[in-house]
């Protein structure tokens, strides 16, 4: 070591030694710096750039540089010169050698085998540059080698250089870089200046004309001309590095505002390492830049994720379809997200772009979306799909274990006066809370359902027996006829149940509901309030209503229907003013079906619009044709009072048939007023303006008839028969007759009786004042066509003084 100083120290001259290893450490930072661009480049260590020949052109120059200088430096004792052809080898050689181990370097990654190998190889061609320069020098002498030296030189140079390309895998920080740079320097510098001691130069006269050879100027003019060209490289190298950097901080600013405009978490990979992450990422991740660039992709999932991850790594990017994953937050909670990915260059080299997309609001959408799907919105109780759902799962556990289930149907009565006379608002109020009192009645494993405006399904599981299955129902029937308190008032309701048994009523979910829905019927058909199991016999009765219906479907067609008539008379002189058109339907097997069997079940299929249509056609037909200007009442269904275009279709009937609107009297009933007593008013309205008289039918049977006469004046009223055969029974109903009769007086009204049957009736009836009567007294209903066979005289008869004094 020593004696390495000595040398340097002794057969040197410093300064240009200086001037030698400022041109290496130059040309090592330029080389170091090619190198980082090429790695920054290439990752994958597959490109094919002319980064690593322009390296190995730095570095081979700079070390031949070095070498000349610190030759022309050296004072051997004895006139030297330089050899042409030794010379140009000697840089070839390094810019050779280098690039060899340039490129297996790219090739080797963190693998030492290779490393160690491209740090021999660059060991090598900085040696065999140096000796081959060092064999160039003609001097007047000879060359004697120290063989220990040399093969310390060389062991030196190759383990300086391994140590270099190890430290060179990432050169991203200008410490390593410059760290790498002294490596290289002292592997260059170790290996001439131990070489250099080495030599001995024994003094012999120079022989000329040898060949061409390179005097000490010419050499320095060579030198020179290199060392600029090193001085040029570098100078180039960094400004474009310099270059490269602005734009790749322009590009990264231009990314990052990009993605932190963007809702979703976008990060940005190079071989399964973070490079940048959004704002969006960072709330997701619930964490800060630093601690998680860097970081490996893989330890941002859920371990469950890592061989799809790994799986998705082996393939293109943009051939992969968007998958869901589970992210872990700093905090180490699990979070969906759906994960896709592009190829992108990312600050000059391939990377990978990732879009995070949190599902969390997404999944609870769906729980949301699942859940309204299933169960009703105002009570939250399951719907229709769902009961069929958890109906079907209870029927498949109990045909394998051999129990029973009960289906009960239940209806509440009188909620639809709620709704008409409090709102909708107060309705639903009341619907919330009659949910909430069953399911305080129910088990857990029990099912309630919502189907319907105010009807509810109960599923009873678990080998229940008919007893117990009528004890819980008749708990859920007292608990709904207790008071309800809404909104300061008080409510009162109730309910009505039907229930099917499994198996014995139906081995289906289908047959169970209509097993349950015609128990249901029957108990609504019987008074309501109370509970009925089904019975094999009312879905006998079932089918015969099926069957009227659809006969009465074809009545019309078939002429099978009918209009009979029964006269109202003057109440003080028996003469007839007006008749009620009654239908009649005469069935070719059944024979004469009463209006009180077929009548309610037209209004329910919805048929009463067409025979309603019928019966005001005919009606307003026939009276066109009497002999006398007598009126013609005809009764109004509520569905069609309310159907859209009522006052027109009346107004083109009394048109076609030529009949004064007039003489057509429309008896409505207060049905008309309980959906939209507003639009009642409203087609009243547009009715009188016809000119067609209005009576209010069933007077005195409804709850609610005066608050009707508030809102619309009619022509007349007409008390309901049931209150005239209660004359003589009950002693308040003559006191009833006489303020209704003073009522309708009072409000310039008629009022006309019907149910007039006796004699007796009749001296009663006109001593209160009754303007109209109408009864089996006068005359039964008949067919129109027999009006001439009426004898106004036995009529006129029955209102002489004498007859009614003797009935008196």
Known sequence: ?????????????????????????????????????????????????????????????????????????????????????PTAASIGIAVAGT????????????????????????????????????????????????????????????????IALARAGDLTGLRRRIEVTLWLTLAICGLHFTGMTALTIAPTALREGEGAVLGSTQLGLAVGLVSLAVLAAGLVALMTQRHLMRRRLDELSRVRLLCNLAYEALLIHREGRVMEINQAGLRLF???????????????????????????????????????????TAAGMPVPVEFSCRAIEYLGAPAVAVALRDLRQHRR?????????????????????????????????????????????????????????????????????????????????????RIGGDEFVIVLAHSRTPEQVAETVERLIVALARPFQIEARRIEIGASAG?????????????????????????????????????????EQLQARRRI??????????????LHCQPIVNGRTGVIETFEALIRWHHPERGCVPPAEFIPLAEQSEQILRIGAWVLDTACAAAATWPQPWRVAVNVSPKQFRQPGFAVSVAAALTRHGLPPRRLVLEITEGVFIQDAAMAVEVL?????????????????????LSYLQRFKFDKIKIDQSFVRRLGQHADTLTILRAITHLGHNLGLQVTVEGVETPEQLAILRELGCDQ?????????????????????????????????ACA
């Open 499 to 539: 229930i099917a048994l499994y198996p014995t009523d139906g081995g289906t979910a289908e047959s169970l509901m209509r097993a349950a829905d015609l128990a249901l019927y029957r108990v609504k058909d019987e008074g309501r309030g109370t509970l009925r199991f089904f019975e094999a016999a009312m879905d």
């Open 99 to 162: 690039l060899a181990a340039l490129l297996l370097w790219r090739r080797a990654g963190q693998n030492a085998l290779g490393l160690t190998a491209a740090g021999t190889v660059l060991g090598a061609a900085i040696a065999g540059m140096h000796y081959v320069g060092v064999g160039a020098m003609a001097v007047s002498g000879l060359l004697f080698f120290d063989q220990t030296f040399v093969q310390a030189s060389l062991g030196l140079c190759a383990t300086l250089a391994v």
């Open 685 to 705: 309205t547009a009715l009188r303006s016809l000119g067609v008289r209005l009576a209010l039918d069933d007077f005195g049977t409804g709850y609610s008839s």
């Open 365 to 449: 959408d769906e729980a949301r979306i699942r859940h309204l799907a299933l169960h009703d919105a105002l009570t939250d109780l399951p719907n229709r799909t769902l009961l069929g759902e958890r109906l079907n799962l209870a029927l498949e556990a109990a045909g394998e274990n051999r129990a029973r289930v009960a289906l009960v149907y239940l209806d509440l009565d009188r909620f639809k006066p709620v709704n008409d006379f409090h709102g909708h608002a107060v309705g639903d109020a009341l619907l919330v809370q009659v949910a909430k009192r069953m399911l305080a009645e129910l088990r857990p494993t029990d099912t309630l359902a």
């Open 773 to 805: 009567m109408q009864g089996y007294l006068f005359a039964r209903p008949g067919p129109m066509a027999a009006l001439s066979e009426l004898e106004p005289e036995r009529l006129r008869a029955l209102f002489d003084p004498e007859s009614l004094q």
């Open 1 to 85: 070591m020593f004696k390495i100083i000595a040398c340097l120290t002794e057969a040197h001259d410093l300064g240009l030694v200086a001037i030698s290893a400022g041109i290496c450490l130059l040309g090592c930072f330029s080389t170091v710096t090619l190198m980082a661009e090429e790695r920054r480049l290439h990752p994958q260590r597959n490109g094919q750039g002319f980064w690593l020949p322009l390296a190995a052109a730095v570095f081979g120059c700079s070390v031949w540089s070095l070498h000349f200088v610190a030759m022309l430096a050296f004072r051997p004792g004895a006139q030297a010169a330089y050899g042409l052809a």
């Open 286 to 328: 619930e964490t800060t830049e630093r601690e998680i660039i860097g970081r490996p992709l893989l330890s941002l999932f859920a371990e469950a994720a890592a061989p799809a991850l790994l799986r998705r790594s082996r393939c293109h990017p943009d051939e992969l379809y968007p998958e869901e994953f589970e992210i872990r």
């Open 549 to 562: 219906e659809h006969e009465l479907s074809g009545a019309i067609p078939r002429g099978e229907l009918q």
